[in-house]
Each structure stands twice: as C-alpha cells, then as structure tokens.
C-alpha cells in the first residue's frame, strides 16, 4: 500500500490556463525559470491542489474550485496567511509559503504557492501499513506537532 501522494492528469473541472500561470510565476518568484510540468493531487476534498514541477525546484499550487463557493468556503488567502503567520513566528512545521494570488485573472481562482516537501499522508490505514518500528515515532511526531500549534 502507498501512502505517498498520488499524482493524476489535471481533471477536466479543473483545468486552467498553465502559460498565464507560468507568466505570473515568472514575474513574482525569482528564479522560478521555463519550464512548468503540472499535475494534480489525488483526492483532497475542498480545494484542489497541485504540483508543479519546475527547471529548478518543485511547488504546490492550492486553489478555490471552479464555480460559485459559498463566501467562507475554500479560503485558500486565509490559509495562506495562517500558513505564513505559522511559518515567520512558530516552530510549528509548515511549507515555505511563496506567492498569494488573489487575481481570479491569472488562472480563474485565487491561489497561492508553497513549496513542496516530500512525505507521507498518514491516515490510520497508513499507520497500520507502516511497520511496528516506524509507528511509534510516526505517533511521536504527530504529537509533537499538535503541541506546537496548540502552544500558539
């Protein structure tokens, strides 16, 4: 059993305009470079997410969904922000956050930009694939983590 992220084609619901996304990236992180490979994350449930694949790093791209949301649904600048916040003033292990793009111009939605680190989503199917001398740092580091963000 995987219990690292599944990558798919963009769904068709889900397709945007990949040049004008590749512009504005190129205008606001330095270095981003030419070349833009995008796929989509399996699964998820509110806002879709992507990886993006690039001459010199790779990213993810979150973004609201197509269509009408209800107006405090897919608050992809909020969790931007709360990300950033996490990031500048805890030790609470998040992404690297890059870009925030509230121009539903760019590629239909707003969306914003991290960086993409590698790891494992860990439901407890997952937890029960791993074997015994992985689970109890696995349980450790969970902890550890919801100490930090609830000391914030």
């Known amino acids: ?3 690292t992220p599944e990558l798919v084609d963009v ?6 305009d990949e040049a004008s996304l590749l512009t504005w990236l190129q205008q606001t992180i330095p270095g981003f470079g030419t ?3 995008v796929r989509q994350f399996q699964g998820g449930q509110s806002n879709p997410t992507f990886l993006l694949d690039t001459d010199s790093s790779q990213y993810v791209l979150r973004k609201k969904p197509p269509g009408k949301t209800l107006p405090s649904a897919h608050m992809v600048e909020r969790e931007y922000k709360v990300m950033r916040a996490l990031s500048e003033h805890t030790s609470v292990p998040v992404p690297n956050t890059r870009a925030l793009c509230e121009d539903s111009n760019v590629i239909g939605t707003p969306f914003y930009v991290m ?3 590698e790891g494992r989503i860990v439901s407890h199917s997952a937890l ?3 074997d015994r001398q992985e689970r109890l740092p696995a349980h450790h580091s969970a902890i550890d983590t919801l100490a ?3 000391s914030v």
Do not use: E, G, N, V
């Open 148 to 150: 930090r963000l609830h």
């Open 35 to 37: 070349r833009l490979d």
């Open 1 to 3: 059993m995987s219990i």
């Open 11 to 16: 769904l068709p619901a889900h397709k945007f």
């Open 128 to 130: 029960r694939a791993l």
């Open 115 to 117: 960086d993409y680190l």
